[in-house]
């Protein structure tokens, strides 16, 4: 399935050379010892490579049925990647938040095509409405004004990207052998037909194209959650009681020593 | 004896002084100032024994019977206890000419007339210096552990001179040398006392270096290492290096090289532990051990062996005349340098000590004559000199418990009007080892001079004695009654018809070594007399003075301490007349199995008393005599003294001859320099090695440290590189 | 007879959303490693968890079931909780030692190493402060038309 745009090029390059961008791009844009012309210079080159790892990415993906599909996904897609990426390597945690939003606009958009509709308007409601809301709270409360020295370096820049580079080659390979011929060491026989039977309600894979607007998908969804799931369903509730408990003890308990950790502000 | 077997009475012997060994350390504290009592118990009954052995043997020998016509026949008596080590087939029988080749030592005692008169010597002199110890040791810490240790030297020496196995006779030889040890270091609290110790037992270790390798040659080349014959489990006869088959044929020593090897090698061994040149440096250190272990060990007993082991292997040495010549000439040189170093002493103690180093060198100048006559004459000499040198060391000490522990002549004086029975026993014992007659020094003196002077000049004595038995047995002019008419032969041809073979040092076996050897004997008896009466007046003559270190002490010592001097002055008296006169000594040791040897026994004499040698003798011990008492007698010890006659002289004599000096700079040193080096190399080369090795896990401890920075998010990639590389090896081995 | 018969190959779009998944979560990765603040780790712990949402609702997709769809309302669960929780500790964390930085936490190094300090921070374009003028008062300002353009640095 390698795209008909570089046939000459072999799938093992292709993917080093797009690890190889990836690492190198990621290194470039995250925050570093640079300064002025050096570190803006470096975060053109990053978002510059990180383009081209990118394109490698789409260059080598599969393509979808009809071109209008196609455009949706990959504007969604490009939005929630890009933002990511943006999050990721932002020095302001306030504009890291932001891109986060983005992000999470992005996979609401991917998760929608791919047919979770629920999901893609929770992920809206809970993300970006409260955890991402919360996050700025705490910003407000924490972040000193300016750039903070912290922000402007990381942990091991390189040793990191070249990690995260390698966790994708990784994946992606695995992904792009999932359309070669399996190995037969590896799948059960027999786990498809027990997965469509014991669904209440199966949906067939890939027979049906894009589903975004299926009869019944929140009912659906409800009763196979409220119906197999609902001990998990239970725990889950009461894992939220625990959590709000519980931070409500942190902080009540972390009062009484804001007084004594007021002196300790002044460390540099 | 009626009741007991001979057998018995000869393990009493040992067992006796080994149970009061044990008891009084088992009982030492719980007794007290009694302390002494298992040990003089022991050691009494085992005289007891010894004598009533010596009497038995003696009868046996037929000692004082008539009879000069038979030959001296060997008496011995052989018990074996157990079987102490068995290595190999004891069956197995090895090539002709030599026994089996199985290691057998039997634990196994002998009696025969050296042993048994050895023996009355050990335990009497023994018996005599416990109770002496009574009084001198009386408040020392240490009384209960100087018994048992006088003890265990007696167990020692009497199974030395009892064993009848080479490794057997090694093991004691050991022991008495560990007991020399014990007893110089008694007080070990005190360097020099510490520092002589160890002395004494390296030097002695030289010797017994050299008695070991005999012993492994011994077996090589006679394939046993007993002195008696012994029948294996099938029969076989393996004959004992001593026993009757091998000492009745003239050929079975071995001679050449390996004979003389073994015999230096014997010669090593005894010049170690009877100090002789040039291991003599111990004797003279060992003055710092107490005097009445001084007069046991250093006088009578220990230094004795080496000439009961030259003694006991007489065949052996007769097949070698090479090596027998070369222990006359280290005796006699020994005997001589000694007694030069001994005149410029001021320690009474040490003047003993050379004077025991001379004595010794005396006897192995007769030892090393070869004849019968040097044989029994050495053996004689030992034992007067035991006498009479362990009361002159007793009365030493006796000076020198009364001067509250000064011994340095030059501090008193005059001591014979406080000290009167010291003093006369002092004279008595003086006199027997000047060589004055009728005192014992004087006929055991006279045999050894006879002994030499027949080597020198054997024509003088072989005419002598062509005419003596012809004229018939002249019982006063011819005391000794020997067998053997072969009173012609000389002792050279006498060893030649013994078949053996010579070696490279049988040139030195010519008359005029021996005529050498015999005026340094004679001058050695002069400065023998002069001095011991030097030591005599500066100690007893001359103003009364008494150091202040005496205090209330200055009288006579305890009945204790007086009685063992009077009664080894009266035997220092009588023995060598008595001995000497009823002929008894020479022919009860002639019948000792070594003596019975063709090679040693054909050089038997019909003695007559050498008027001649007699004179010579008593004239050297008056010019000594003389000589002191115009330097000494009844002036102030603290005078001048020697130097303005010796001058530089002096000076040799009195750092002794330079030999402690020497050993030191050509030994000692350099195992200093050694040792220092093995050091320096322990602690920095190994010790760096390890130490190096060890602060590897450190080193890389220090460098893995850094992983643990406290950095949380370095530990996070740490395990997501781990992860990375697992899911890398698996993807990898899983594509093929 | 391949006993793998039955086994559909995924089609374009859940390998796609797979990919997607990958890549986001890649980012995630990289975030939580490489960052010092605080909040933007876990903004990256969030952006990881989304990665996996995705590839979830896609294998959701592929197998034709709900399992992915369930997981993924749980993980939101789990995401909603722990950001309550791990804000609380940021905060007790800021309360401690006044800043947002996770290099401030290296009590639990090895004894003999020292901090691990910052060197060379690189500088900031800071843009200098600009405090409103304040006239005297009761009288307005005159409006500074480049003033109200910009806005402070966050």
Redesign the interface.
């Known amino acids: 399935m390698i795209a008909s745009i570089l046939p000459s090029i072999s799938p093992g390059t292709l993917l080093a050379g797009g690890v190889t961008a990836?690492a190198a791009s990621?290194w470039l844009l995250?925050?570093?010892?640079?300064?002025?012309a050096a570190?803006r210079t470096a975060r053109w080159l990053g978002w510059l490579i990180g383009i081209v790892a990118l394109a490698s990415?789409i260059a080598t993906?599969?393509?979808?049925?009809n071109v209008g599909?196609e455009a949706v996904?990959l504007t969604v897609?490009l939005v929630?990647?890009i933002s990511?990426?943006a999050?990721?390597v932002?020095r302001?945690?306030?504009?890291?938040?932001i891109w986060?939003a983005m992000?999470?606009a992005g996979?609401s958009g991917?998760?929608l095509?791919?047919?979770?509709q629920?999901?893609g308007v929770?992920?809206i409601v809970?993300?970006a409405g409260?955890?991402l809301v919360?996050?700025l709270f705490?910003?407000m409360?924490?972040?000193?004004?300016?750039?903070?020295?912290?922000?402007?370096?990381?942990?091991?820049?390189l040793?990191?990207?070249v990690?995260?580079?390698?966790?994708?080659g990784?994946?992606?390979?695995?992904?792009g052998r999932?359309?070669a011929e399996?190995?037969?060491c590896c799948?059960m026989?027999?786990t498809?037909?027990a997965?469509?039977a014991?669904?209440p309600?199966?949906?067939?894979?890939?027979?049906a194209g894009?589903d975004m607007l299926a009869d019944n998908h929140v009912a659906?969804?409800g009763g196979?959650?409220f119906g197999?799931?609902l001990l998990?369903v239970e725990v889950?509730g009461v894992?939220?009681l625990?959590?709000?408990i519980?931070?409500i003890a942190?902080?009540s308990r972390?009062a009484a020593?804001?007084e004594s950790?007021a002196a300790?502000?002044?460390?540099p | 004896m009626n009741d007991l077997s001979p057998s018995t009475l000869l393990v009493l012997v040992p067992l006796l002084p080994l149970v009061g060994a044990i008891l009084t350390v088992a009982l030492g504290r719980v007794l007290g100032p009694r302390a002494h009592l298992p040990a003089i118990a022991g050691t009494a009954a085992a005289f007891v024994v010894a004598v009533m052995l010596l009497t038995g043997m003696a009868r046996e020998v037929g000692v004082g019977t008539t009879g000069h016509d038979h030959a001296a026949k060997p008496v011995e008596m052989v018990t074996t206890l157990w079987e102490w080590a068995t290595v190999g087939d004891a069956a197995a029988t090895g090539d002709a000419g030599s026994a089996a080749r199985s290691f057998s030592i039997p634990v196994a005692l002998r009696l025969d007339p050296l042993t048994a008169t050895l023996l009355v010597i050990i335990t009497g002199v023994g018996l005599l210096v416990a109770i002496y110890s009574i009084g001198y040791m009386h408040d020392d810490p240490g009384y209960p552990r100087f018994f048992a240790l006088v003890s265990v030297f007696v167990f020692s020496m009497s199974m030395l001179v009892m064993a009848s196995n080479f490794l057997l006779v090694y093991v004691f030889w050991e022991a008495v040398g560990a007991c020399s040890y014990l007893l110089i270091g008694f007080w070990f609290t005190k360097p020099e006392a510490a520092k002589a110790a160890k002395k004494a037992f390296l030097v002695n270790r030289i010797g017994d270096f050299g008695l070991a390798v005999a012993t492994f040659l011994l077996w090589m080349t006679y394939g046993t290492l007993n002195f008696h014959d012994t029948t294996l489990a099938d029969g076989t006869l393996v004959p004992g290096i001593l026993g009757a088959t091998r000492l009745a044929d003239a050929s079975a020593y071995v001679g050449g090289v390996v004979g003389t090897a073994i015999c230096l090698l014997f010669l090593l061994a005894a010049c170690g532990k009877s100090a002789q040149l040039p291991l003599h440096v111990w004797l003279p250190d060992a003055m710092e051990g107490p005097t009445p272990a001084s007069s046991l060990i250093h006088a009578a007993t220990m230094v004795t062996a080496g000439i009961y082991l030259v003694a006991r292997t007489a065949p052996l040495f007769e097949a070698c005349p090479g090596a027998l010549t070369l222990v006359s000439i280290v005796g006699a040189t020994t005997a001589l340098v000694a007694a030069l170093i001994g005149t410029v002493q001021n320690d009474l103690k040490r003047v003993l000590a050379y004077s025991t180093i001379s004595q010794l060198g005396y006897m192995f100048a007769s030892l090393g004559t070869g004849t019968l006559l040097g044989f029994t004459a050495a053996i004689f000499h030992l034992v007067t000199h035991a006498f009479f040198k362990a009361l002159l060391f007793m009365g030493a000490g006796s000076v020198m418990h009364s001067m509250g522990g000064v011994i340095d002549m030059r501090r008193f004086g005059g001591l014979r009007r406080i000290m009167p029975i010291t003093a006369t026993t002092f004279l008595i014992g003086s006199l027997a080892l000047a060589g004055v007659a009728p005192f014992a020094g004087f006929f055991s003196k006279d045999e050894i001079l006879a002994s030499l002077h027949s080597r020198g000049w054997p024509d003088a004595h072989g005419e002598h004695h062509e005419a003596a038995p012809a004229g018939g047995h002249a019982a006063t002019a011819t005391p000794f009654h020997l067998a053997f008419h072969v009173a012609s032969v000389t002792p050279d041809a006498a060893q030649l018809a013994g078949g053996t073979r010579g070696s490279a040092l049988d040139a030195l076996n010519a008359p005029a070594t021996w005529r050498l050897l015999f005026w340094m004997s004679l001058v050695t008896a002069a400065l023998t007399a002069f001095y011991t009466f030097r030591a005599v007046f500066m100690t007893f003559t001359g103003p009364t003075r008494v150091p202040e270190e005496a205090g209330h002490h200055a009288h006579e010592s305890p009945p204790s301490m007086t009685i063992p001097l009077v009664i080894l002055a009266a035997l220092a008296a009588v023995s060598g007349w008595w001995l000497f006169s009823t002929h008894s000594l020479a022919s009860f040791l002639a019948s000792t199995p070594s003596f019975t040897a063709p090679s040693v026994a054909s050089t038997a004499t019909p003695p007559a008393f050498h008027w001649d040698l007699a004179i010579q003798g008593t004239l050297a011990a008056a010019i000594g005599i003389v000589v002191a008492a115009l330097g000494h007698l009844g002036r102030r010890s603290d005078g001048p003294q020697m130097e303005r006659f010796l001058g530089p002289l002096e000076t040799l004599f009195a750092n002794r001859f330079f030999f402690d000096q020497i050993y030191s700079a050509l030994i000692v040193k350099p195992l200093e320099l050694i040792a220092t080096l093995a050091a320096l190399v322990d602690r920095h080369v190994i010790d760096g090695l390890v130490d190096a090795i060890a602060r590897v896990p450190a080193g890389l401890g220090a460098v893995v440290r850094h992983l643990q920075s406290g950095l949380v998010q370095r530990y996070a990639l740490a395990g997501v590189i781990g992860t990375l590389l697992i899911v890398l090896a698996l993807v990898a081995r899983a594509m093929g | 007879m391949n006993p793998l018969a039955d086994v559909v190959t995924p089609s374009p779009l859940v390998l796609d959303g797979l990919v997607v998944g990958a890549i986001l979560f890649a980012l995630g990765v990289v975030g939580i490693l490489a960052r010092r603040n605080l909040i933007v780790m876990f903004l990256c712990a969030e952006l990881m968890l989304q990665g996996i949402s995705v590839s979830l609702v896609s294998w959701s997709r592929h197998h034709g079931d709900w399992g992915g769809h369930v997981l993924v309302i749980f993980v939101l669960t789990v995401a909603a909780c722990e950001a309550a929780v791990a804000l609380v500790f940021v905060l007790q964390a800021f309360a401690r030692t006044g800043r947002l930085d996770s290099a401030a936490w290296q009590s639990l190094r090895e004894s003999n190493l020292s901090r691990t300090i910052d060197h060379e921070l690189p500088a900031i374009d800071t843009v200098p402060l600009k405090f409103p003028k304040l006239s005297p008062a009761g009288v307005e300002p005159a409006a500074d038309e480049d003033a109200a353009l910009e806005r402070e640095h966050v």
Request: charge should be neutral.
């Open positions: 990836t990621l995250l925050p570093g010892g640079r300064s002025g570190d990415f993906g599969h393509r979808l049925g599909e996904f897609a929630a990647v990511g990426a999050t990721v932002s302001s945690p306030v504009y890291a938040a986060f992000a999470l996979v991917v998760l095509v791919l047919g979770g629920f999901l929770a992920t809970v993300y409260a955890i919360m996050f705490v910003l409360l924490a972040q000193p004004a300016g750039l903070a020295p912290y922000d402007r370096v990381s942990n091991e820049p040793l990191a990207a990690a995260g580079a390698v966790l994708l990784i994946l992606s390979l695995s992904i999932l359309t399996p190995p037969a799948l026989g027999g498809k037909a997965l469509l014991d669904s309600a199966a949906e067939p894979a890939a027979a894009i659906r969804l196979e959650l197999r799931h998990a889950a894992l939220l625990v959590a709000l519980g931070s942190i902080v972390g020593d804001a950790a300790r502000r002044a460390m």
